[in-house]
């Protein structure tokens, strides 16, 4: 059980380059997450997903797209990458969202670098 | 505005010793109040998850505690270790809409010295 997955680790993008973040969990759950941590701020939510096939914006989504074809996978697209978008990106799944028996588990992390 | 606050920014401790980290939110509707443990380069571990009839929690040497009427939530820490040095962060769930949403403190740093 290998839990959120995340890749690359790191990358550095020139600007206006496109790239695409994998996330993968093997713990069945419904719900998965991106979020991006920059210097010093809290964790702001880009895009989540309540299931197949079922994708939402969260607070920060220009930039970004997402799909979510299978319960496992939950790739991030930035297209024409921004120095904005340097950032360190989280993916998390949770089995439901939000309540408190519901844990929210988070990948190792994707630094992402644009110059 | 929803928001989480946490204090201080950052902490030094020496091995062996207490120390308490402090979560102020206005999170409204409240749902639940949770704890994260974050080591450099990592992603945040969940310590304690806690609803509004939870006054106290623990994990080991980590002892969450919740007032929900002045809103306020603090982190222990006992008898600090090496491994305790990373940053600790509150998330406060509310639910708006019908769905939950997660609000995220800017955490404490936390370093241990020996």
């Known amino acids: 059980n290998a839990g959120v997955t995340q890749t690359p680790k790191f990358r550095i993008l020139k600007i206006g380059q496109s790239m695409t973040l994998q996330c993968t969990q093997d713990?069945?759950?419904?719900?998965m997450y991106w979020y991006r941590q920059d210097p010093g701020m809290g964790l702001k939510l880009i895009y989540y997903?309540?299931?197949?096939?079922?994708?939402d914006k969260g607070e920060v989504p220009n930039g970004y797209n997402v799909s979510r074809s299978t319960t496992e996978d939950f790739p991030l697209r930035l297209e024409l990458a921004a120095p904005s978008q340097t950032s360190v990106y989280f993916c998390?799944?949770?089995?439901?969202?939000?309540?408190?028996?519901?844990?929210?588990?988070f990948g190792p992390g994707t630094r992402l670098t644009v110059t | 505005k929803n928001q989480v606050e946490q204090s201080p920014q950052s902490l030094i401790i020496l091995e062996g010793k207490n120390c308490t980290l402090q979560?102020?939110?206005?999170?409204?509707?409240?749902?639940?109040l949770r704890w994260y443990k974050q080591d450099t380069g990592r992603g945040p571990v969940s310590l304690t998850i806690?609803?509004?009839?939870?006054n106290t929690k623990s994990n080991g040497r980590y002892t969450a505690t919740l007032d929900a009427d002045t809103k306020q939530s603090s982190l222990h820490i006992t008898a600090s270790q090496l491994s305790d040095s990373a940053s600790y962060i509150c998330?406060?769930?509310?639910?708006?809409?019908?769905?939950?949403?997660?609000?995220f403190g800017t955490g404490t740093r936390l370093k241990v010295l020996a």
């Open positions: 713990m069945n759950h419904n719900y």
């Open positions: 806690m609803t509004f009839s939870e």
């Open positions: 979560c102020n939110y206005t999170v409204s509707p409240f749902s639940n």
């Open positions: 997903s309540v299931g197949a096939g079922i994708t």
């Open positions: 998390a799944s949770s089995y439901e969202s939000g309540g408190p028996s519901y844990e929210q588990y």
């Open positions: 998330v406060v769930s509310a639910r708006i809409s019908g769905t939950y949403k997660y609000i």
